[in-house]
């Protein structure tokens, strides 16, 4: 098992930053690919950052391409998300999931998920 906890979320004019973090405990944190989903209201839940279990490998959409990074610490158990220039359309749930094998960009494939952290960016 492993358990995610997100965290750094809120709200934010367009234009701004926030860091969302996601605190993994459990089985051996460093094994496994983490990634970043998110779901606004109304919408299926997409895919935003994914980011392999070494940090060697990243991924993203390409609607946060340039302006999110997404990182991780293996010492800290933890995985970040860097949103930059935030626009009103990156509002929604932020989930942060843990994939037991190569770094994936679909759902399915995510094992353990966190509850989600609100990121709400007003215009």
């Known amino acids: 098992q492993v358990q995610l906890v997100e965290s750094g979320g809120g709200l934010v004019q367009a234009g701004g930053s926030l860091r969302l973090s996601c605190a993994a405990s459990?089985?051996?944190?460093?094994?496994?690919?983490m990634g970043w989903f998110r779901q606004a209201p109304g919408k299926e839940r997409e895919f935003v950052a994914a980011i392999s279990w070494s940090g060697g490998s990243t991924y993203y959409a390409d609607s946060v391409k340039g302006r999110f990074t997404i990182s991780r610490d293996n010492a800290k158990n933890t995985v970040y998300l860097q949103m930059n220039s935030l626009k009103p359309e990156d509002t929604a749930v932020y989930y942060c999931?843990?994939?037991?094998?190569?770094?994936?960009?679909?759902?399915?494939?995510?094992?353990?998920w966190g509850q989600g952290t609100q990121v709400t960016v007003s215009s």
């Open positions: 459990g089985r051996t944190f460093s094994s496994y690919a």
């Open positions: 999931a843990a994939a037991p094998s190569v770094v994936t960009t679909t759902p399915l494939e995510y094992d353990y």
